[in-house]
């Protein structure tokens, strides 16, 4: 058996138009596996598909809408014709300490990375199950097990997304289907580019990383294609953290 080899298997990375999503799609690509990459973003979307080749598709949904999730899992099946591999990676962050957090923000952050992450592991595992085989992977954060500053609403919402993962893994772990989490740390991504300008927050973050750098995109590829492969078979309801050591300290 060859571990890490995803030949013949098809990945949905949902959010896959930039950032972690996108070097998720391209590090399962590079293992073998067809990917369909799905975002709010057309020009996103196609060019990673073009970046990609060997078979890659791009499709339009929006997490935040319970019905263009379904929508958008039926037309990867009636593409490629099943589902191996689910990575959910769209997310949002807005920065707001806890008496400054209004409604429209807690909503905006919880549909999005909490409610759309929830219902697109739903869908596919319906297709899942039916197969008896399948990989769900979900980007949280180091913040769905710690805390942080003007991160309220963020990390409740990843630390809602890790239980949900626990819970999924039990109701599914005797069906073939394997439902972990990556706790990546601060990562230096679009999302994140005005966190990043600001000389105060790099310093108050980078302080805490024993590993002394940043976490680039690329360095979650390997968590997610392990986690995808059949190397990962035994791994459930599992938080992989890529932190540096942040939580070790």
């Keep these: 058996m ?17 950032g972690l999503g996108r070097a998720s799609a ?50 990867v099946l009636e593409t490629h ?15 707001q300490s806890v008496l400054d957090v209004t409604e429209q923000a807690w909503d905006q952050v919880m549909d999005t990375n909490l409610k759309g992450s929830f219902f697109c592991a739903q869908a596919v595992a319906r297709h899942m199950l039916a197969r008896g085989s399948g ?17 309220a609403v963020y990390a409740a919402s990843k630390g809602g997304m890790m239980q949900f993962t626990r819970v999924m893994a039990l109701e599914w772990a005797d069906k073939g289907i394997n439902v972990n989490a990556i706790g990546p740390t601060a990562v230096r991504t679009q999302m994140n580019a005005k966190l990043f300008a600001d000389e105060a927050y790099r310093n108050k973050v980078l302080s805490r990383i024993p590993a ?6 690329e360095d979650v590829v390997g968590a997610v294609v392990f ?6 078979d035994m791994v459930n309801g599992h938080l992989l953290l890529v932190d540096g050591g942040w939580s070790a300290i």
């Design 2 to 18: 060859k571990l890490f080899d995803l030949s013949g298997r098809v990945a949905l990375v949902v959010g896959g138009g930039r």
């Design 26 to 75: 391209l590090g399962l690509a590079s293992a073998g596996a067809t990917v369909a990459v799905a975002s709010r973003t057309d020009t996103e979307t196609e060019a990673v598909v073009r970046d990609l080749g060997n078979g890659a598709t791009a499709h339009r949904i929006d997490v935040r809408s319970v019905a263009d999730i379904r929508r958008t899992v039926d037309e």
């Design 81 to 95: 014709g099943q589902i191996d591999i689910l990575v959910n990676s769209a997310g949002t962050n807005i920065q």
């Design 135 to 151: 990989k769900i992977i979900n980007i949280a954060s180091t913040f769905a097990s710690l805390g942080f500053y003007g991160r």
């Design 212 to 217: 002394g750098r940043w976490c680039e995109p």
């Design 227 to 232: 986690l995808a492969s059949p190397s990962s």
